[in-house]
């Protein structure tokens, strides 16, 4: 069996007539390239294996691509994703979700949200009112 033989029986059902319309010599360079680029990155992940390294889903490894923090790579019409970088951005441990607000960042929200406020919130106590009403009356059943 060829190398050439041997990565065309590697590719998947979908992607095998993409890969018949590439001549060999043009396969022969893209199997080439995935493989420097594998040395490079130390291994290629699908997105699905990228999810599962990440614990996050699918659709989130497609949106890290789209920002740049994962570096997209297209071979023999598949998508893959650098093990190094899912390797760095496991170990950075992030959490989900936003970022805790500092002091000042806290203090603009209260004041945005306050000037929304509308007559009918500040009739009913503003926009705390309504969680301020919850509180005593569980306060109240306590007693």
Do not use: W
């Not at 614990?55 to 997209?72: A, D, F, H, N």
């Not at 509308?118 to 009739?123: A, E, F, I």
């Amino acid at each position: 069996m060829t190398s050439t033989a041997t990565a065309f029986a590697a590719i998947p059902g979908g992607e095998k007539t993409h890969a018949r319309k590439m001549t060999k010599a043009q396969l022969k360079r893209e199997v080439e390239a995935m493989s420097e680029a594998m040395v490079e990155q130390q291994g290629l992940l699908n997105h699905a294996q990228a999810a599962i390294l990440l614990e996050v889903s699918t659709r989130r490894v497609s949106e890290l691509v789209e920002l740049g923090k994962l570096t997209r790579f297209d071979f023999l019409g598949r998508t893959y994703v650098s093990m190094r970088e899912v390797k760095e951005r496991r170990e950075q441990d992030l959490k989900p979700g936003r970022p805790p607000r500092n002091i000042p960042q806290q203090t603009m929200v209260g004041v945005k949200a306050a000037l929304k406020t509308d007559s009918g919130q500040l009739r009913q106590g503003g926009y705390t009112g309504y969680a301020a009403e919850q509180k005593a009356k569980k306060l109240a059943k306590r007693k």
